[in-house]
């Protein structure tokens, strides 16, 4: 292996662990899913004989006011695609305009500029949203923590997705799940994290990540993982980090008790909006989110990724972080012909064997991901794709006519044992 391959970057999103064989009463991961989790009431802890639907009434509004999307079917019916992460910016901008509405916000730090130019014309309770973001969140950790638990005490049955990682590259990960299966796979990694003598947390040290002085493969939870939280109150190192960067804690039950009956304001964008960020990041302002610590350095460890070297794996990522597909994008600018990547997916079998319109079938594709691999296996068009996608068997990787792009479309399983093949192309 030469040494400008000795280390790949992987992508990893949700889909990436959705061929484990989850048992009958594990939520499986995905979005549809997760999104009919918070969607359901909320208890009221000063009544308990009332129920809070507020996320509910917003995903009624959105569903009934949103412009839908004619070339995409959910399910039997034309519907806008309305997910937990929509949701979740939602009940943000309202926190974060509510107070101007009620006429109480009279501090220009923390008052929307555009909010003079707004109005309200959705009837909630300030209370019920400040009862229910919190429970929110917990809803998706518990929902990641119990396939997560699951992957701890399998016995070996998802040993294809621990053999993924059983290459001699040194691997930079870049999960966008909120798991810990990739340390759990690795055993031996970075992730810039220090532990504390006599403290369960630890403390990130920026210069421990970047710096890598053993050359290990690198964790970079750079949305956030379901053992961080804020420090403890009794904490003292208040000139080393600020009210909202994350320490690391040793399970998901140390960060729940945490949680659970904890209040702490929100930080306030650059125009004055109230977001809500903590130990994973969800809703549409992601890139708002990434200053503190984790998450500012996992950043910035991906453009470091990016520029050292070629060879990258992108699995199971739905391409829905503008932020991310500009920066991968970039890899064909930085490498010019010379980049390795490898797309992992899980695309229909019936239509990708059966299917006639090509170009139909494959507008179907988060636009970004389409996009992606247009650019990086040399097309310029969707038609141009189908001399190396079709006709083609399902179960074998597909490769773009200028060597630069392996496409595996049937999921991280099957990629796991066409691994050798995958290492291979890495190395080309």
Known sequence: MSETNQRVTMIMGAGAVLDMNFPGHIVTPTTKKITEEVLNPYRDIFDDSREITVVKDIYNVLINKFPVDHNIRCED?????????????VIEQLLSYESVWSGNNK??????????????????????????RSEYVLRIMRIVNDYNEYFWNDKGKENWYRDFFESNF?????????????????????????????????????????????????????????????KDHSNDDIFETDIYDLYKYPSFDEVEDRMIGRGQSNPVS???????AGPIITGLRKTEKLICMPYDFYHGNLHKAIVGSNSMVIVGYSFGDLYVNNLIKRMHAIWRGKERIVLIDKWSSENMEYRTDLEKYLQILPGGELEFIELMSGCTYVGELSGFLFPSNYHSPKYSKNGNLMLVVCGMKEASVMRQEIYEFLES
């Open 77 to 89: 019916d034309l519907k806008p695609n309305v997910n937990f992460e929509i949701l979740f910016h």
């Open 107 to 132: 501090n220009p730090y923390i008052y929307p500029y555009f909010a003079p130019f707004t109005k309200q014309n959705f009837v909630f309770d300030r209370n019920d949203l400040s009862a229910v």
């Open 170 to 230: 040194k691997w930079d990960v870049f999960n966008f799940n909120y798991d810990t299966t990739v340390e759990q796979s690795l055993g031996v990694f970075e992730d810039g994290f220090e532990q504390i003598p006599g403290r369960a947390d630890a403390i990130f040290r920026p210069k421990k990540l970047m710096e890598n002085k053993d050359k290990l493969s690198t964790i970079n939870h750079i949305h956030g993982c379901i053992n961080y939280y804020y």
């Open 270 to 276: 650059q125009n004055n909006e109230e977001y809500i």
